[in-house]
């Protein structure tokens, strides 16, 4: 199941950026960002993807959405300029931005690489 994040819950789960310079990732287990818009054709298209995979690696990577027209300081904070932009996070290193909707086996080949995790 994927999570809506706000700027407080990204803050708890993914990073504080306005406490922290440098990157420290806060959650448990490697995770998706997804900044997206509800208006947005090829966000929507890849939403039930999203949805399919957060089942198929539940407990191994949380997947979270961000609205970039709720959360504009988020999506500003991470130079959001196209959606869907996805943010590849491993529990260690640093996080790696995706754009764009990217097809199921693409997205299930960056988690293997980026986060280091397989089904």
Same mark, same amino acid.
Not at 7 to 34: A, H, L, R
Not at 51 to 57: A, G, K, P, R
């Given at each position: 199941? @994927?999570?809506?994040?706000?700027?407080?819950?990204?803050?708890?789960?993914?990073?504080?950026?306005?406490?922290?310079?440098?990157?420290?990732?806060?959650?448990?287990?490697?995770?998706?960002?997804?900044?997206? +818009?509800?208006?947005?054709?090829?966000? *929507?298209?890849?939403?039930?993807?999203?949805?399919?995979?957060?089942?198929?690696?539940?407990?191994?990577?949380?997947?979270?959405?961000?609205? @970039?027209? +709720?959360?504009?300081?988020?999506?500003?904070?991470?130079?959001?300029?196209?959606?869907?932009?996805?943010?590849?996070?491993?529990?260690?290193?640093?996080?790696?931005?995706?754009?764009?909707?990217?097809? *199921?086996?693409?997205?299930?080949?960056?988690?293997?690489?980026?986060? +280091?995790? +397989?089904?």
């Amino acid at each position: 199941m @994927t999570e809506l994040l706000t700027k407080e819950t990204f803050f708890e789960k993914v990073f504080n950026f306005e406490k922290n310079k440098e990157w420290k990732f806060e959650g448990e287990i490697p995770c998706i960002i997804d900044f997206y +818009a509800d208006w947005c054709g090829p966000c *929507k298209a890849v939403a039930p993807v999203l949805e399919e995979l957060s089942n198929d690696y539940e407990g191994k990577v949380n997947i979270y959405k961000v609205d @970039t027209e +709720a959360e504009q300081e988020l999506a500003a904070a991470f130079g959001i300029r196209s959606i869907p932009s996805m943010l590849f996070v491993p529990k260690e290193g640093e996080p790696q931005m995706a754009q764009g909707a990217l097809p *199921k086996h693409q997205l299930e080949q960056i988690m293997n690489d980026v986060l +280091a995790v +397989a089904k």
